[in-house]
């Protein structure tokens, strides 16, 4: 089955840094990717995700960027404010299996500190 | 918090007891999902339904059993055979389409915790 690694665990950035969180997948048949965001006590909402038919996607302040080559994505948030604190956690599915049976990484605490 | 509801939000069992974690949908989704979240190890999936009395396993299922009796509902079994069952465990619903794209948002509920005495 499909294997997710998230790189890295914690992230302490400064206000208006940016942050980058890496994944890698081991399924090269996967081809959808998205990227959620647990902010504190709430749950897991998706912020961003990427198919494999495209490189790069783009949403104001976060990108996510995808190389099937090397099975690898991430996610490159700029100006990072302090609402972007939160657990972040990569997936990978094979959409065309059907639905989503996703394969999520081990996720990665953020905080950007003022 | 509107779209999908999971109860109770805190649950306390002890050693050798079943317990029940509902979960109640009402945005006519027609796929279902048990994730468990533990420090450090993401979201796994426990089990996963598409359809109305049909489900899957996920990668770790053993301890747990699940029905999808109507739709809307979900509900998650935590047996005595779970050996670690001490965990926060979220529910989640897609629709559920297949093709090359068909890969949908999933819509999690708040999550419970179960803490086992």
């Known amino acids: 089955g499909e294997n997710v690694e998230q790189h890295p665990s914690t992230l302490s950035v400064q206000e208006g840094d940016s942050a980058v969180i890496k994944c890698t997948y081991s399924d090269s048949a996967s081809n959808y990717f998205p990227w959620y965001k647990q902010e504190l006590g709430k749950r897991p909402q998706l912020i961003i995700d990427i198919r494999s038919n495209v490189g790069e996607k783009k949403d104001q302040r976060i990108a996510v960027t995808l190389n099937k080559t090397a099975k690898h994505f991430s996610l490159h948030i700029t100006e990072t404010q302090p609402e972007d604190s939160a657990v972040y956690f990569c997936?990978?599915?094979?959409?065309?299996?059907?639905?989503?049976?996703?394969?999520f990484g081990t996720g990665t605490q953020l905080k950007v500190e003022l | 918090d509107g779209g999908i509801t999971q109860s109770p939000k805190y649950l306390f069992r002890k050693e050798g007891q079943n317990v029940t974690l509902s979960c109640e949908q009402n945005l006519n989704h027609d796929a279902m999902y048990w994730y468990r979240q533990d420090p450090g190890q993401g979201l796994r999936l426990i089990y996963y339904?598409?359809?109305?009395?049909?489900?899957q396993k996920g990668d770790i299922a053993e301890g747990y059993s699940v029905s999808r009796e109507k739709k809307e509902s979900f509900p998650l079994t935590v047996t005595s055979a779970q050996k670690n069952p001490t965990a926060f465990y979220l529910c989640?619903?897609?629709?559920?389409?297949?093709?090359?794209?068909?890969?949908?948002?999933?819509?999690f509920g708040a999550g419970s915790r179960l803490t086992v005495l």
């Open positions: 339904s598409q359809i109305v009395n049909d489900f």
């Open positions: 997936a990978a599915s094979w959409a065309a299996g059907g639905g989503n049976k996703l394969t």
């Open positions: 989640a619903s897609s629709i559920w389409r297949t093709g090359v794209f068909g890969a949908n948002v999933l819509t």
